[in-house]
């Protein structure tokens, strides 16, 4: 199965942690994020495979978490 970026945005949302976005919004960012932990975005990170052209589009976002996930594919 191939990943699209929408495909991986869908996942980081089915994971996203509460915990972790609230402690994201105490401080203003330029950055959103779903509240991930490093561990959990190597686990899908791993599910997502490599992918140079993919983790172009994906450091493109603004969404914290999926520039993580585009470093590690």
Known sequence: MTMTKAKVLALLKENQ??????????????LKSFGIGLTQLRKLAKQVGRDQALAQKLWKSDIYDVKVISLLI
């Open 17 to 30: 942690n509460e915990r972790g976005m609230a402690h994201w919004q105490k401080k203003p960012r330029s």
